[in-house]
T-cell receptor
């Protein structure tokens, strides 16, 4: 593993289904973030984790949940997907929370029909 | 409210210079980032400014004026590979990044 990996690369999902997007890092960064990116809008923060065992809500958390059982993994779950959750999802990490540079994974393109 | 404004699209010629502007309004300010994002790829870090002035990194420079809530990214000696979106993002007082929608830069031969 080199850096940040996300899985799947892309997914088409029926509305109402449950889906977990995976994010794994090998950089031993403390902070991790989930963003969604929609055309014409800036990246929007969904949830974040400043360190293993803690999570927090970002700007658009409704319909999403996260967990941070260890340093490396930060999965994002859509409990019951809706079409408005169609987006590109990016996981990011930083050495520490706060003003450190954030590094991004390759993204997951999710389509909810 | 909090807001980041940058032009939607710009066009420039290979070998030329282009300046991409960004204005921000945030509750507090703790620094500003510029990222590059090629189509279908992840954003990658270009620069970070927290103090007023110009930061130069090779062909790319970034400027910040905190009193004016203004930054720009200057790209010199443009190459075709510089065709990408450029994202401006500012830290607010809660240490959350507020992102602009990005400026799509088109380079013509």
């Amino acid at each position: 593993i080199a850096g940040i990996t996300q899985a799947p690369t892309s997914q088409i999902l029926a509305a109402g289904r449950r889906m977990t997007l995976r994010c794994t890092q090998d950089m031993r960064h403390n902070a991790m973030y989930w963003y969604r990116q929609d055309l014409g809008l800036g990246l929007r923060l969904i949830h974040y984790s400043n360190t293993a065992g803690t999570t927090g809500k970002g700007e658009v958390p409704d319909g999403y949940s996260v967990s941070r059982a260890n340093t490396d993994d930060f999965p994002l779950t859509l409990a019951s997907a809706v079409p408005s959750q169609t987006s590109v999802y990016f996981c990011a990490t930083s050495t520490t929370p706060g003003t450190d540079t954030q590094y991004f994974g390759p993204g997951t393109r999710l389509t909810v029909l | 409210g909090q807001n980041i404004d940058q032009p939607t699209e710009m066009t420039a010629t290979e070998g030329a210079i282009v300046q991409i502007n960004c204005t921000y309004q945030t509750s507090g300010f703790n620094g500003l980032f510029w990222y590059q994002q090629h189509a279908g790829e992840a954003p990658t870090f270009l620069s970070y400014n927290v103090l007023d002035g110009l930061e130069e990194k090779g062909r790319f420079s970034s400027f910040l004026s905190r009193s004016k809530g203004y930054s720009y990214l200057l790209l010199k000696e443009l190459q075709m590979k510089d065709s990408a979106s450029y994202l401006c993002a500012a830290w607010d007082s809660n240490y959350q990044l507020i992102w602009g929608a990005g400026t799509k830069l088109i380079i013509k031969p």
